[in-house]
């Protein structure tokens, strides 16, 4: 792995502050001080820095399937943490890559790298996420036009961003959308005159929820679905 990568994972520092501290020397491999970022380091490889040894953890990736009433937070709230279903060691040391309301079902990513959390999360990565929407009225003829063409939220200065309906039933629709604003689905079909009555995540850029999880069960990603996030 890259000496910067190696650096972030072991610390709270982003890639380019990492690089920033390799050009003042700060880092050494192995007793000799190193500046390219692009140096290969191990997982087993005696890296300081500014004299203390950094320790290498490998960083944990995980898939949820969320029940409704539990939430998207590290800590309790009205609900519990969904942090209380993944039975793994140091649990709330994970965060979560972007959340759910406490009433919304499917795919919750849980990670403790915070970088690749920042790809699915960051508005300028432009990450899909795509939901299964129920609906309380009839979805009206013009709706995946005016979604594709983006819909005004209220207190927002922009419209939405061009996202994808497709209708399934007279009250069902799939919506894609690359943003996570507050409720944004919600808030999407208000501003069309609509009220979301189900909600569920069905996928994550090309990650997809398992079938094979059911509602509260979890496991890790494998390496290849960690990968398709870049
Ligand atoms: N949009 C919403 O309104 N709620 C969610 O939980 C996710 C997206």
Known sequence: MRLDKFICRCTELSR???KKYLKR???KVADEVIKDPGFQVYPE????????LLSFSAARYIMLHKPTDCICSNV????????HL?????AFDLHIAGRLDADTTGLVLITDDGQWSHKITSPKKECQKRYRVQLSKPIPENATQ???EGVQLQNEPKLTRPALLEVLG????????????YHQVKRM??????RVIGLHREQIGDIELDQELSLGQWRYLTEEEVNTIS
């Open 16 to 18: 380019s502050d990492a």
């Open 25 to 27: 020397g700060a880092i």
């Open 45 to 52: 490889s005696v890296v300081t820095f500014n004299g203390n």
């Open 76 to 83: 309790d709230e009205l609900y519990p943490s969904v942090l």
């Open 86 to 90: 993944v039975e793994v060691d140091r």
């Open 146 to 148: 005016r979604f594709k």
């Open 170 to 181: 007279e009250k069902e629709a799939l919506l894609t959308i690359s943003e996570g604003k």
């Open 189 to 194: 079909f208000a501003a069309i005159g609509n």
